[in-house]
């Protein structure tokens, strides 16, 4: 999880915006996972 916020982190930095809005989908996706 720890990892996962660190590339948000980064990316959210980063100027690529769609990079971002690609990566909360998988955050969000792997939220909703269990485990």
């Known amino acids: 999880d720890n990892a996962l ?3 948000v982190w980064r990316t ?3 100027p690529m915006k769609t990079s ?3 990566l909360y ?3 969000v996706s792997d939220r909703n996972m269990p485990g």
């Open 20 to 22: 971002r809005r690609v």
């Open 5 to 7: 916020r660190l590339w």
């Open 12 to 14: 959210e930095k980063s």
């Open 25 to 27: 989908t998988i955050l």
